[in-house]
């Protein structure tokens, strides 16, 4: 079953804004870390930001300034907002999901979503 469903890719001219969105089960969700990922064609998949159950963020330096991570507890669905796009930021995002089970870390992926930003 499809456990974390992306959503909110498409097409923005540079300088434009979107809003990723990442729903997760409820079993999924608490107590996991949760992350969004990026993968341009011909390239390795790369971390653009992650937030711990807690809040704690971080974010990759090619976004810094531009991205924001943030989670929704009651809702289930940790989001990407991302201002200034650039070019560069084409790729297809996956969201992430790291768990906690006993000593070892579940990763959940989701099936990934498209964001183009045109010149």
């Known amino acids: 079953q499809v456990q974390l469903v992306e959503s909110g890719g498409g097409l923005v001219q540079a300088g434009g804004s979107l809003r990723l969105s990442c729903a997760a089960s409820?079993?999924?969700?608490?107590?996991?870390?949760m992350g969004w990922y990026r993968q341009a064609p011909g390239k390795q998949r790369e971390l653009v930001a992650d937030?711990?159950?807690?809040?704690?963020?971080n974010y990759a330096d090619s976004v810094k300034g531009r991205f924001t991570i943030s989670r929704d507890n009651a809702k289930n669905t940790v989001y990407l907002q991302m201002n200034s796009l650039k070019p560069e930021d084409t790729a297809v995002y996956y969201c992430n999901a790291r768990k906690p089970s006993g000593m070892a870390i579940i990763v959940y992926w989701g099936q990934g979503t498209q964001v183009t930003v045109s010149s």
């Open positions: 937030i711990t159950s807690g809040g704690s963020t």
């Open positions: 409820r079993s999924i969700f608490s107590n996991s870390a």
